[in-house]
């Protein structure tokens, strides 16, 4: 598949947390929590920061923690805010989502905006990790492509990638909807309602932190990633590096 604008987002992508919202992080189990997966998707960030090297593709990316507010879910989500930050009153959330929510989502959704209005194609990839074990039990997969099942481009773009990962590296486990289903709420999920399928083809990319956690796991990673993603785009012909 030729796809014409390829970009790529990482919406957790660190665990800074702003000066003025330090307060909310004060207590032991607040800094337990901002050392530990839950603050940020570790590796996540390393491996959009390579592709977009590599792919020369713009990439949108926040390091602020998903403990004070996580930019993949909706406005009225109940995990919008972490229970450190759901002390927050209404103006202060407000001021929160102004200052560190809408600035990654807006952006993102204005970039793509601009390329349907001129009749693109674009290729969204949201970069994420996730941990390898869930309550003891290991996950089965080194990457998982994630999508809406009823948008047929992206279906086919996923069979695809997925063909074309195991074709660069036949031992990675590569799993579709795995171990998150596509259509669940995201930031994906929020601009398929906002763009057609002809406009628009939202994927995540999940990567075991298992892999990303070491450094022949992540240069595997990143160059499986990598070599699939540049045989299915055309990179000469579609993707802009306007960012
Ligand atoms: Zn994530």
């Known amino acids: 598949m030729k796809t014409q604008a390829l970009l790529l987002t990482c919406e957790h992508g660190g665990a800074r947390v702003p000066p003025e919202y330090r307060y909310l992080f004060a207590s032991s189990a607040a800094r337990a929590a901002l050392q530990s997966h839950r603050a940020r998707d570790l590796g996540a960030l390393g491996l959009a920061q390579s592709l977009q090297r590599a792919l020369r593709a713009p990439l949108h990316a926040s390091t602020v923690t998903r403990l004070l507010v996580d930019l993949n879910r909706s406005i009225g989500h109940p995990q919008l805010f972490s229970k450190f ?5 209404r103006a202060e959330r407000a001021t929160l989502l102004d200052r560190h929510y809408f600035p990654h989502r807006d952006g993102v959704e204005s970039w793509i905006e601009g390329r349907v209005r001129r009749g693109r194609q674009v290729l969204h990839i949201g970069v994420h990790s996730f941990v390898p074990r869930v309550e003891g039990r290991k996950r089965k997969a080194d990457v998982g492509l994630l999508y809406d099942p009823a948008r047929a481009g992206e279906r086919a773009f996923c069979a695809q990638w997925k063909e074309a990962l195991e074709a660069v590296d036949p ?33 995540e990319l999940e990567v075991n932190q298992a892999l990303l956690g070491e450094p022949h796991g992540r240069r595997r990673a990143m160059e499986s ?12 012909a579609g993707v802009q590096i306007d960012g």
């Open 85 to 89: 930050s759901k002390s927050l009153d």
């Open 171 to 203: 031992k990675l486990r590569v799993r579709r909807n795995y171990p998150y289903l596509g259509k669940s709420d995201g930031l994906v999920t929020h601009l398929r309602r906002a763009f057609g399928p002809r406009g628009y083809v939202g994927i």
């Open 225 to 236: 990633i990598r070599a699939s993603l540049a045989s299915l785009v055309d990179l000469n």
